[in-house]
């Protein structure tokens, strides 16, 4: 049986060859081909179009080709993709010729506009994150804790808070609720707190108590003649704090009992004192001191002084391994570890009396007001302001900032936390 396929290329028409075999192994005949004119070069037509085409897509400078149609490069087609730029909240949005952008009325945060008086997310300033805090005028409004009366020292490890009254010494879960006293009755006024792995560390009156994490027994160390000693800085064999009333020294207090050391007599009142790197701290009313933190070697030396003074009492004396932070009338001043330069870090963030930090920011509090500021920077933002000037202490974990408040005011006396 003869089989005749009619290739018919003037109509676009195509065979397979598969279909060609098949047709050749059918039934054992043969296959005829029979091919008709093809009619116009095809070829030519094709090479038409994609001139017209190319036509079409050729727009003027400053047009992009969308649709079949040349537009504005702008935020309504913007880019080789004709991207739409969504409108922020807050800003314009921009076209460079390639990519979206913002233009931001009040603060650009990475590529967003915000509202740093309301944002959560960025309180103040960006990144400031309220948590489940609100944002007011560019302050998260603080959480209250504990109502309770406001220390001056706060301690805080991996769950709890610890402070003192005038009688106890008191412990509180961080996210608040009931409290429990772990150190009570206590004859004397407990001015500071500090806290390590085990134990929960106060000063009082002529010495340091000392009482198990959760309560026990209550144990004082050996006394000293410091009267209202205030800010110990636990080294690894002593505590250190100074003598605020009696101007007479800083004490090195060892853990074990043993006899307190007088490690440096100033001849003036002593508040803070910090450990940092085999070395402790001290400031009297003009200077701030380093001694060896070796009770034997009571060799020190003037650290750092500066003409406009503390802040109305000698300061707390914070350290890292890099710095000393002191804070002064005219802001808080940075004086290296290695004796170098000292910096004013706030010099916009008038007395400030607590300073501590972070890897990234040293948080600072007068009685005003409590700030943030990134390490190296010079220009601290404000996370709160207080109703009235009654904050008391201040102190830091990887997510809040924990201060106490004495005012009457609302919200009143208590415990509270704000986010870092």
């Known amino acids: 049986m003869a089989i005749v396929l009619c290739v018919l290329a003037a109509c676009g028409g195509t065979l397979p060859l598969d279909a060609l075999d098949a ?5 054992g005949g043969d296959v005829t081909v029979t091919a008709f004119d093809a009619g116009p070069d095809t070829t030519s037509l094709v090479d038409a179009h994609a001139e017209a085409d190319a036509t079409i897509a050729t727009c003027p400078s400053g047009e992009v080709f969308c649709g079949g149609v040349c537009y504005p490069d702008d935020v309504d087609h913007c880019g080789a993709n004709c991207t739409a730029c969504p409108a922020p909240a807050f800003g314009t949005a921009t076209c460079n010729g390639t990519s979206c952008g913002v233009t931001c009325d009040i603060l650009q945060c990475g590529s967003a506009c915000v509202d740093p008086s309301n944002d959560p997310k960025n309180c103040g300033t960006c990144n400031h994150d309220c948590g489940i805090e609100v944002c007011n005028q560019g302050v998260c409004t603080p959480d209250q804790l504990f109502p309770t009366v406001a220390p ?3 301690g805080v490890d991996s769950k709890n808070l610890f402070w003192g009254t ?3 010494v008191d412990q509180g879960p961080k996210t608040g609720g009931t409290w429990i006293a772990i150190a009570k009755p206590i004859s004397m006024v407990v001015t500071t707190v500090v806290v390590d792995a085990k134990n929960v560390y106060w000063s009082e009156d002529y010495g340091v108590g000392v009482v198990p994490i959760g309560g026990g027994t209550i144990t004082s160390l050996t006394s000293t003649t410091a009267q209202w000693p205030c800010i110990p800085g636990l080294g690894p064999d002593a505590i250190y704090l100074g003598d605020y009333a009696n101007g007479s020294a800083l ?10 050391v007088a490690l440096e ?7 803070g004192a910090a450990y940092s790197a085999g070395n402790a701290y001290f400031a009297d009313n003009q200077r701030v001191w380093r001694t060896s933190a070796s009770i034997v070697d009571a060799g020190s030396e003037v650290f750092f002084t500066h003409d406009a003074g503390f802040a109305n009492f000698p300061p707390f004396v914070m350290t890292d391994a890099g710095a000393a932070y002191v804070p002064m009338t005219d802001g808080v001043w940075a004086v290296p570890a290695d004796g170098g330069t000292a910096t004013n870090i706030a010099p916009n963030a008038p007395d400030v009396r607590w300073v501590t930090f972070d890897a990234s920011y040293v948080y600072m509090a007068s009685e005003a007001a409590i700030y943030r500021e990134p390490i190296g920077d010079t220009t601290p933002a404000v996370l709160y302001v207080a109703p009235t000037p009654d904050i008391h202490a201040l102190t830091i974990d990887d997510t809040y900032v924990y201060f106490s408040y004495a005012g009457n005011n609302s919200p009143g006396p208590g415990i509270y936390r704000i986010a870092k």
């Not at 004490?251 to 307190?260: F, Q, R, S």
């Not at 007599?265 to 508040?271: A, E, V």
């Open 166 to 168: 005038g009688s106890e």
């Open 251 to 260: 004490w090195a207090v060892p853990y074990d009992g043993g006899p307190a």
């Open 265 to 271: 007599p100033t001849g003036d009142r002593i508040n």
């Open 23 to 27: 047709a050749a192994t059918d039934g």
């Open 152 to 154: 001056w020292g706060l």
